[in-house]
């Protein structure tokens, strides 16, 4: 079955330094990628999607490249900054259309001043 | 921006006993979803509904119905709830079942059994 894969449980930085969160997927299907992320308290939010192989999004100074040859949708951000600090899911839809979605297990991003 | 909203935001339940959580949308969205999350885990699908007065199995039901009376509601049901279905619920709408979707989440139910 589908499965996605973040390496990193927990990832901590000072304020303005580069960021990138890895995640690896595999399906039969073509994929359709997304980062959702969850601030303290709140609900999942989208953050970008992607099923356009070797085309960067970008959402919120955020970015993120599908590249289909690894199976490959890191989540990247320049310079990181405070308000960042959250949990972030990456998610793979199941080509059924159905909007079901496998998450991976979540990096937790903590900023520090 | 879609409204998605859960009761209650948490809940104490004794082993054994009977669980219902509430979720209701506002943005006529036809899909809707209950996910579980674990500390250290991402999200996992319980039961998702394409149409009121029916309901489809996710990757984990064992242990949880799902009930749909409308388009705007949607329920999870735990007849006898365990020590294991302690966790994070979330529910979430979309206005189609397309790869491309997105979800909107509500807020969770933060679930403790005893």
């Known amino acids: 079955g589908d499965s996605v894969t973040q390496t990193e449980g927990l990832v901590t930085l000072t304020k303005g330094l580069p960021v990138m969160l890895n995640c690896t997927y595999q399906?039969?299907?073509?994929?359709?990628l997304f980062w959702y992320v969850q601030h303290l308290n709140e609900a999942p939010k989208l953050l970008l999607k992607?099923?356009?192989?070797?085309k960067r999004t970008e959402h919120q100074g955020f970015y993120a490249t599908l590249h289909k040859s690894s199976s490959s949708f890191h989540l990247q951000k320049s310079s990181v900054q405070l308000s960042d600090s959250a949990l972030y899911f990456c998610a793979l839809s199941d080509g059924t259309n159905t909007g079901k979605l496998t998450f991976g297990d979540g990096t937790v991003l903590t900023v520090k001043p | 921006e879609a409204a998605v909203t859960q009761s209650p935001r948490s809940k104490v339940a004794v082993t054994g006993g009977k669980v219902t959580l509430s979720c209701h949308q506002t943005n006529n969205h036809d899909y809707m979803y209950w996910y579980r999350q674990d500390t250290g885990h991402g999200l996992r699908l319980i039961h998702y509904s394409y149409v009121a007065d029916s309901t489809e199995k996710g990757d984990i039901p064992d242990g949880y119905k799902a009930s749909r009376p409308s388009q705007e509601n949607f329920s999870l049901i735990l007849e006898l709830a365990s020590l294991s279905q302690t966790a994070v619920y979330f529910c979430?709408?979309?206005?189609?079942?397309?790869?491309?979707?997105?979800?909107?989440f509500g807020s969770g139910t933060r679930l403790t059994v005893l």
């Open positions: 399906t039969t299907y073509s994929p359709f």
């Open positions: 979430a709408s979309s206005h189609w079942g397309s790869s491309a979707e997105t979800l909107y």
């Open positions: 992607s099923s356009t192989d070797n």
